[in-house]
């Protein structure tokens, strides 16, 4: 069997470790695919897991990477056939199932979708389990009802993956978008992107009130705890928002007064195990509505053998947008 290269996590007596080294194609776990991986990217959760920051490997050793574009080698499943480009994002790859850092993958196909029609390998990859994540929170909200006639949307963590990806979507789709960051020099980017306004991270970050000034009709949020506890308390009566990360921490200090005296609505979004269905629908709106040249914008690239000196970087907010990582 072939060897291929590959970031891999081993975990001993003296704690999690990190290297690129030599993989055996027969040590991949089981599915019905195999995949020629050529393109990869950088998630928040990747930063957890090649740092150990946050227990999310559950199996050692693990290749990290949740996300992959790839060609199929071989296929048992009846959709694929070699040759077929397709897409994976979430089911636990990078942290379960081994990942997409690697010039090869082994999966399930119920797991897989076809490359969408007018994107690129690359492009995929640009957007990511991050801006597949942002599309499932425009979507929630489109479902809940609220139109860009309600009033401004908020998105917190603004320059990261999913922030940079809603900003430009909920633009595109007529929003007043507000942009919430911690980095002042970022303004210009967002702007660029969409954003009509640039909230400081300072406003929300520190605990507040159980109810403020109503501020925004919707919001993305990808910052969690306190943050999401003083979105929701100045959320507009009646709107609604979509929760999709935990940047700031897991935990929710808040009370129960924006949903009980003014109606808001916490939309979880779970882009990990979504149906395929959603699931392809997000990826088909997401080729459709997001505007390519600002995607473009916010993606650097970087080689195989440079992602895993990167985890620290997107724990600490220094990565701006998204990161693709090319493989093949």
């Excluded at 690129?20 to 776990?29: I, K, Q, R, W």
């Excluded at 397709?86 to 010039?103: C, I, K, S």
């Excluded at 303004?187 to 925004?216: C, F, M, N, Q, T």
């Amino acid at each position: 069997m072939a060897r291929f290269k590959a970031w891999v996590i081993e975990k001993g007596e003296a704690g999690q470790s990190l290297s690129f080294t030599d993989f055996d194609e027969a040590d991949l776990m089981d599915g019905d695919v195999t995949i020629r991986v050529t393109h990869s990217c950088l998630n928040y959760k990747d930063g957890l897991a090649m740092t150990g920051a946050s227990p999310v490997v559950r199996r050692f050793p693990m290749i990290p990477g949740i996300d992959f574009s790839g060609v199929v080698e071989a296929s048992d499943h009846p959709d694929y056939k070699p040759g077929d480009a397709v897409v994976l994002t979430g089911w636990g790859v990078g942290e379960t199932h081994l990942g997409a850092y690697a010039q090869k993958a082994r999966v399930k196909g119920d797991w897989l979708v076809p490359l969408p029609a007018g994107l690129s390998p690359e492009q995929a990859m640009a957007i990511g389990t991050a801006g597949y994540t942002a599309m499932l929170c425009l979507m929630a909200l489109d479902a809940h009802g609220l139109t860009a006639k309600d009033g401004p949307a908020l998105v917190t963590g603004a320059s990261g993956g999913v922030g940079s990806v809603a900003v430009a979507l909920l633009a595109r789709a007529g929003w007043h978008v507000m942009a919430s960051t911690g980095r002042a020099g970022e303004a210009e980017y967002l702007k660029s992107l969409g954003a009509a306004e640039i909230v400081d991270r300072d406003e929300l970050g520190k605990p507040g009130k159980p109810l403020g000034k109503e501020r925004w009709a919707v919001a993305v949020d990808a910052v969690g705890s306190t943050t999401l506890a003083n979105v929701l308390a100045q959320t507009k009566a009646d709107g609604a928002v979509a929760a999709c990360g935990l940047a700031q921490g897991m935990d929710l200090p808040t009370s129960v007064a924006p949903f009980i005296l003014r109606g808001v609505s916490l939309l979880g979004i779970n882009s990990v195990t979504t149906p395929q269905a959603k699931r392809r629908a997000a990826w088909a709106r997401l080729a459709d509505e997001l505007d390519l040249q600002k995607l473009a914008a916010m993606t650097n690239r970087v080689g195989l053998a440079e992602v895993g000196g990167l985890g620290a970087d997107i724990l600490s907010g220094k990565i701006r947008g998204r990161t693709v990582v090319e493989i093949g």
